[in-house]
Nanobody, 116 residues
Framework: VQLQASGGGLVQAGESLTLSCAVS????????MSWYRQAPGKEREVVAI???????TYADSVKGRFTISTDNAENSFYLQMNSLKPEDTAVYFC???????????WGQGTQVTVSS
């Protein structure tokens, strides 16, 4: 199973980006999909979580601005990020977790930089 994250870049505060995570080698029917981020000098933190067809959960810092979604036909999931702030600057990682029944997998990370 491989995850390929893409869509990062350099934007100004207030702008938007959409991150994509393409999953190959498995469907994600039995996984929980998440986006994490890690800023310089900080620990990796969860940003958004979705189970296939299930509820979503967001970190308080991104509620109302970020949206996680899935596309089963594309075997991909996404993170729509609106109203970006400089504090959103981080490397963003996609993750699928089989909950102990199946393995956990990580994408390679994509850099998001928000200038003020």
């Amino acid at each position: 199973v491989q995850l390929q994250a893409s869509g990062g870049g350099l934007v100004q505060a207030g702008e938007s980006l959409t991150l994509s995570c393409a999953v190959s080698g498995s469907t994600f029917d039995d996984y929980i999909m998440s986006w994490y981020r890690q800023a310089p000098g900080k620990e990796r933190e969860v940003v958004a979580i979705i189970s296939n067809g299930g509820p979503t959960t967001y970190a308080d810092s991104v509620k109302g601005r970020f949206t996680i979604s899935t596309d089963n036909a594309e075997n991909s999931f996404y993170l729509q990020m609106n109203s970006l702030k400089p504090e959103d600057t981080a490397v963003y990682f996609c993750n699928i977790d089989g909950g102990g029944v199946l393995n956990e997998y990580w994408g390679q990370g994509t850099q998001v930089t928000v200038s003020s």
